[in-house]
């Protein structure tokens, strides 16, 4: 797969066609998941494609303010409840959300609001839970797209685009060098193409509500992803968060370089002066 065209290409749709997908591109989804690489790879996984009535059962208990998102088929990926279990799902589910996207589908990320029902309704056998969930199907297609710029609960401002939804920060935004605050020449940046390119990935990662609460530092070799707690996201998302974010920077910079890198959850060993309501979630060595 293309990942730098498919990330560009991919937008979050809530409003879904009643069109059925052919059972090989569902087989094509079950199967490009077993294949997936994980960011913790001793961490067991499945992945369930609901349809129809097993949707439903759904209602009141995952969505957005208790909203289902009305999309004909959901990825269930259950996950055992080891050490970073949700950060790993979110990884796997950008990825098959990238794959969703590849075969002409739709797909929007649905937030689980109640994980002990969820797991009851669907009948989740114990020793797994649900750790991500993505609607996706045929969308209906808009010339205009509406994209939510929020700062906090009571600032939020709706702006009428055409085309793909730009990101809300860009490249020279997001990265910073050796340490807090201080901005990487661009200059700098532009002399690594698959880097840059990998950077600017990472700035179109969907997050919970499009807040984009993460940064990159750069420090020689060392990359580390800085996040925010920033009072919206709750803990569940924000750890799929990281997971989405880490896959499009890994699979857009892996297309690019002839060695292979993982990523080490948690924070480096060097002081990165991060403010109060942020932490270092991973880093790697490139």
């Given at each position: 797969?293309?990942?730098?065209?498919?990330?560009?290409?991919?937008?979050?749709?809530?409003?879904?066609?009643?069109?059925?997908?052919?059972?090989?591109?569902?087989?094509?989804?079950?199967?490009?998941?077993?294949?997936?690489?994980?960011?913790?790879?001793?961490?067991?996984?499945?992945?369930?494609?609901?349809?129809?009535?097993?949707?439903?059962?759904?209602?009141?208990?995952?969505?957005?303010?208790?909203?289902?998102?009305?999309?004909?088929?959901?990825?269930?990926?259950?996950?055992?409840?080891?050490?970073?279990?949700?950060?790993?799902?979110?990884?796997?589910?950008?990825?098959?959300?990238?794959?969703?996207?590849?075969?002409?589908?739709?797909?929007?990320?649905?937030?689980?609001?109640?994980?002990?029902?969820?797991?009851?309704?669907?009948?989740?056998?114990?020793?797994?839970?649900?750790?991500?969930?993505?609607?996706?199907?045929?969308?209906?297609?808009?010339?205009?797209?509406?994209?939510?710029?929020?700062?906090?609960?009571?600032?939020?401002?709706?702006?009428?685009?055409?085309?793909?939804?730009?990101?809300?920060?860009?490249?020279?935004?997001?990265?910073?060098?050796?340490?807090?605050?201080?901005?990487?020449?661009?200059?700098?940046?532009?002399?690594?193409?698959?880097?840059?390119?990998?950077?600017?990935?990472?700035?179109?990662?969907?997050?919970?509500?499009?807040?984009?609460?993460?940064?990159?530092?750069?420090?020689?070799?060392?990359?580390?992803?800085?996040?925010?707690?920033?009072?919206?996201?709750?803990?569940?998302?924000?750890?799929?968060?990281?997971?989405?974010?880490?896959?499009?920077?890994?699979?857009?910079?892996?297309?690019?370089?002839?060695?292979?890198?993982h990523w080490v959850m948690g924070s480096p060993d060097q002081e990165l002066n991060l403010p109060e309501d942020w932490y270092a979630a991973a880093h790697c060595q490139v």
């Amino acid at each position: 797969m293309n990942y730098y065209d498919l990330i560009e290409r991919r937008m979050s749709i809530r409003e879904f066609r009643e069109k059925a997908v052919p059972a090989h591109i569902l087989e094509e989804i079950q199967t490009h998941y077993v294949g997936c690489s994980g960011l913790i790879p001793d961490i067991g996984t499945s992945l369930k494609i609901l349809e129809g009535e097993a949707i439903s059962r759904l209602e009141g208990i995952a969505g957005y303010q208790k909203l289902l998102i009305p999309a004909p088929y959901y990825l269930v990926l259950l996950s055992e409840p080891k050490e970073y279990y949700v950060e790993n799902a979110g990884y796997i589910g950008e990825e098959l959300d990238l794959k969703i996207t590849s075969l002409g589908l739709d797909s929007c990320w649905v937030t689980v609001l109640d994980k002990e029902a969820a797991k009851a309704a669907l009948q989740i056998p114990s020793g797994m839970e649900i750790a991500a969930l993505i609607g996706f199907g045929y969308g209906k297609q808009e010339k205009k797209l509406l994209r939510l710029d929020i700062k906090t609960q009571s600032d939020v401002n709706a702006n009428v685009r055409e085309g793909h939804v730009a990101p809300k920060i860009n490249v020279s935004e997001l990265v910073y060098k050796e340490t807090w605050g201080c901005k990487f020449p661009v200059e700098e940046l532009m002399n690594n193409d698959f880097l840059i390119r990998a950077l600017y990935a990472t700035s179109l990662a969907p997050s919970f509500l499009n807040l984009q609460p993460y940064r990159l530092i750069l420090n020689g070799n060392q990359i580390t992803l800085a996040v925010n707690k920033d009072g919206m996201t709750n803990a569940n998302d924000e750890k799929l968060n990281i997971g989405i974010a880490l896959l499009h920077f890994t699979q857009v910079f892996l297309q690019g370089i002839s060695w292979n890198f993982h990523w080490v959850m948690g924070s480096p060993d060097q002081e990165l002066n991060l403010p109060e309501d942020w932490y270092a979630a991973a880093h790697c060595q490139v």
